[in-house]
Structure formats: C-alpha cells, structure tokens
C-alpha cells in the first residue's frame, strides 16, 4: 500500500520542473508529510499492537480507509477547487434511502433503486452547486443549509413511508446479490479477504489524479481554488467547474450510499451526521488546504488510511475505549503537524 | 424468490394504505369534531407534553413516542412531542410546554441538573410531572409523582446472566455513545453478573461501517472472545455480520428490539435480546398522567414502576413477532 502511493511522485515526468532535482520535486509534493505520518503511524501501531500486522487485520484497516477514502475523493478535489460541502455526510444516508425506500415501497429491482438514487443524488449536488454560483454566499452556508434540511428529510421521509425511523429491509429482494457483490463483497486477495470498497477507493483515487495531473479539467480545478477571479479572466468557466466538483462529492456519496445499503440491508435515517468532518479531515492531513488551491487525491486517500489505521490500531492495540477520542484527535494532530512542518521546510528553501 | 416479489407488491399497498389511514387517524386525535365529543369515561380533554433527550431517527424513541399517542388517543388527551440532546435545550422545550399551559409533562432526566430549575417552575404552576427512561434516582427529588422506566444497572445485570448462560467466557460490551451514562451503567451491571471477563469497546453508533470495522478489528485482536452485548438492536445486526466474517465463535445478545432482530432470535443468530419496553414507557406515563387527573392515582406508589428488563429469546421470539413488525416493540 505505501508503496503504490509512494509511486507516482517518481513517475511524474519532469517537463514543466525540468530545473530542480528529483529530491526537490518529491518534497514539494501536497502528500509527502502525510506519507510520512502513514509510515510512522504504521510503524508505531506495528510495535504497540501485535494483531495490527496480520493480513486479516491490515485488510480491516484498508476497509475503514476505503469507507472514509471513497469520499474524501470527491471532497478533497472539491476542497482544492476551494470549496467545502457540509452536506456530504448526511447526504451519503440519503442517498442510501432513497435506493432502499424506492425499491422497497413501489417492489422495483433493487438496482432501479440504485439508478434513481445516482439521479437524484447527482441532483443534490447540482443543487448545492447552482445555489452557490447563484448566490456567491460561502459554500459553507449554502451546504450547512443543505445538510440541516437533507438530515430532516431523511427523518420525515423515511418515518412517513415507513412508519419507523429505519427503511426495511431489501435483503430478499431481486437483485440484491449482484448489487451487493459490486458494492459490498469481499474479494479473496491471496488467501485474504478484502472488502471490494478498497479496490473502487483506490480506482477513484487513480482517477482523480489522472484528472488533476493530465486534463485541462484538472488544471482549471487548481485555478479556480487558487484564483477564480484570474481563472475567470483567462476563460476558465468556473461556475461549471464548481457546479461539477459539488456533483463529484454527490457521486461519491451516491457510492458510499449504496455500500450502506448493500452491506446492511437497511438504513437508519439518523445516521451520516459528522462524517462531513472526518472527509475534510482525510483531506486535510493528506495536504489539501483549507484555503483551496493546492491539495492531491493521493493525499486524501492517505490522509483516509491515516484515519483508518489510527481508528482501527487504538482498537487493536486495546486501549481504553474511554480515551478513544483524545488518542484519535492526538494522531490526527501530529499527522497534520508533520504534513505541515514539511511543506513549511520545503517552502522556506531555496 | 418469485413468490416472494409477488408479496412484496401486496405489502407495499398494505403500507401505502397503512399509512394512509395512520394520517387520518393523526388528523382525527388533535382538534376537529372528534375532540368536541368525549369518548365514555375519558374524562376531560387534556393536554400533555413529552420533551425527550433523544437524538433525531432513533428507533428506541419512536416506540416510545407510539406507545404514549396509543394511550393519547384512548384517554383523549392531546399529545406534543419534542426532543433535544443537549440538557439546557431540552430543559427551554420544557418552559416552552408549560407557556403552552399543559396539563402535564413526561420528562426524561438524562442530565436531571439541566432540568432542575424548569421542573421547579411545573412544581409552582402545578404542572404534574412524570419522567421516563433515565433519572429514577432524581425523579421525586425534583418533584415527580412517577417514573417510568428501566433501571439500567438491573437490566445490565440481566444482560450478564443470560451471556453467562449462554456459555460465554470472555465478552465485549459494545458502547455505541460515548459518555452516556446509561449504556456504561449496563456494561457495569453485566460485568457483575457475567463472571467472565467482561470488556468495552466503543464504537461511532452514528457511522455503521465504522461500527463493523471495529467490531472485526476486535474480533481479530482477541480470537479468544466468545461473547457480544451490544446496546442498541441495529448494531446487534452489524455483529453478526462481523463474527461470520471473522470466523469468530462468538455468541450475540442485545439490548432493544426490532423486526429484523426478532428474525435473527428465531434463526438463532441472535441469542438473546434485553427488552425495556419502551411502549410502555410512553403509555404508561401518558396514562398516569391521565390517572391522576381523573381519578388521583399514582402508579407505583411513589416508587419507580420497572417496565425492563423483559428478556427476548428464540422461546418467545414468535409471539412478539407481529408487534415488532408494526414497530411497537
């Protein structure tokens, strides 16, 4: 795994940095100090929890990552187009009971579900995207507005067609198994049992970056969260490029939700609230800036597997669940610290 | 599969027409005609507000909400619910009840400091006072004629007996709310009547992938683990899912209940699950209020009235199935 990702930095032809070294060009990488903070934080839980090293519990650790990575790929593009989106979280259970409620209240094929689900969520997204071009007020409000109206919707909705607060199962219905084995099934890797969420997190990951680093889409991204008003000026559209980037967190969201559904069967309605954060967070360890402009999707996905070893080691290396929390935020802290410390360095030479 | 989809589209009208006739039934409990003529015996019509400390979607106050309108809707009364988590907000939905002029409220004291001075202020204005669920110990300290609920450390010991007799020898409590005082009083309560070893492991109940992954991890760390309590039904589920696919031999029971999870007791999935009734926590406390107005009673004597633990296994399963599917127990 920290292989791979260590890959591309080499692989980067050297075209447009012809001048500074291979060194040089690796450290001014968005994903170099998180990479770091990987490799430390995988020594440390190595060294502190004995079941931490085995395949079986490393696949564990790459299914927390994947449930955290698969978003944190649409948010961390959204976040270097210089946006935010508070809706994620909630949006992902939304999209979930829309699959299950409409498959299950009118007796559809449960992928029908899923199709009308990807519509409307690709909707959402469109909204929070169009609302913002619209009204220029921050995206902060605008999908704070969203996530508190999606969270009552999901209640309302679900508790009027229902009668309970959970949608019903869809476990028994025609095609579930094909939907669940897309996306919810296990793939035997060399005797060991991986989730299928890891091999879409990492699919998603690798387009994102053949998208940021090879297309003009990629590059009118950078702009617009760098300089809109510049990127406007030399005929980026950049109301299109951001309705877009709203729509690819939808995507994502669409995805996450149809792992709920097809790994659970049902959906509780309450649930998403706060997994916006901890997306941001995946994006921000793994180099993204909150300011936009400067970020990678290799960073995030890192930033995902930082915050899934740190979730799944404190577990492993059987702590105290009562200092779950402190032990979570202090990972996360010195993983940030060091991201930052690296950039600074690499920033400050000359 | 086939015969199964033809149901299915016969359920699904069922439910269009279930739920058509609960929105009329809605309609006709508060106001209109219906409130002028007062069913025999029901008393005058009065007027009662809930204010919970649930979180939005849970399923345990959904119950309870339905077990309170079902009695709401037998003794005429005119039934207002609202919830808040955090103890100084629930504590304004209380003042914003009495400003309604209520003829009681049902009140849970998961932070009874929070709820000190608003339940004074019932007291002065002679508002009765019933608390549910948690608070057993503060209840007539700050005033109320009754409580209705399950005590949590009982119902944890309950817990433990049956993981004991269920053979299992090292167990996890799995808390899915950090802090809440309620869910350590039942892992508390099991450890003493387990007398295995007894762990907790605290998982994000709002994030079911995060809850999955970190029951396997825990199932992985400890291969020795032959016992899981979880607190709430939905994660009970998520449970099974994890021991079948860690290979674990690990038994499961639960705290609550829910139509899926009555499947998974009769298919012996699921070893058993710790009921605490939460119908009858919202029907009893609407009921008493109602009592008491009509007829000056207090149920319970004073004392606390027990609605849990009752416990569910794969005996009883059957019998309590058609009210968990219409999602009352």
Redesign the interface.
Known sequence: MTQAVAGPPEARPDERLARSSPLRRLLGRPELGALLGAVALFAFFSIV???FL?A??FS??L??AS?FGIMAVGVSLLMIGGEFDLSAGVMVTSSALVAALTA????LNVWAGVAISLVLTLALGMVNGVLYVRTRLPSFIITLATFFML?GL??GV?????????SD?VR???GFASARAVFAS?VDVLGV?VKVTVFWWLLFTAIATWLLLRTRAGNWIFAVGGAAGSARAVGVPVDRVKIGLFMGVAFCAWFSGM??VF????V????????EFLYIICAVIGGCLLTGGYGSAIGAAIGAFIF?MT??GI??A?WN??W??FFLGAMLLIATVVNLVVRRRVERSP | MRGVFARGTSRGLAVLAAAGLLALSACSSSGGKKSEDTPEGAGPRLKIAMVTHSGAGDTFWDIVQKGAKAAAAKDNVEFLYSADPDGGKQAQLVQAALDKKVDGIIVTLAKPDAMKDVLARAAAAKVPVVTINSGAEESAKLGAVAHFGQDESIAGEAAGTELAKIGAKKALCVVHEQGNVGLEDRCAGAKKTFGGDLQNLFVQGTNMPEVKSSLTAKLQADKGIDGILTLGAPFAATAVDAVKETGSKAEIGTFDLNKDLIASIKSGAIAFAVDQQPYLQGYGAVDELWLLKNNGNVLGGGRPVLTGPAIVTEQNAGQLEAFANRGTR
């Open positions: 929890a004995d079941a085995r079986g519990s564990t650790v299914y927390a449930t299950y209240q009118f007796t969270a999901n209640l679900t508790k009027a067609l229902t009668g309970n607060v959970a199962s028994d219905m025609d296990d049992n792992h709920l790994a659970f069967a049902t509780q309605s309450g649930e998403g609230v706060g997994n899934g979730n799944k577990v492993y059987e669940p009562d779950f929390r």
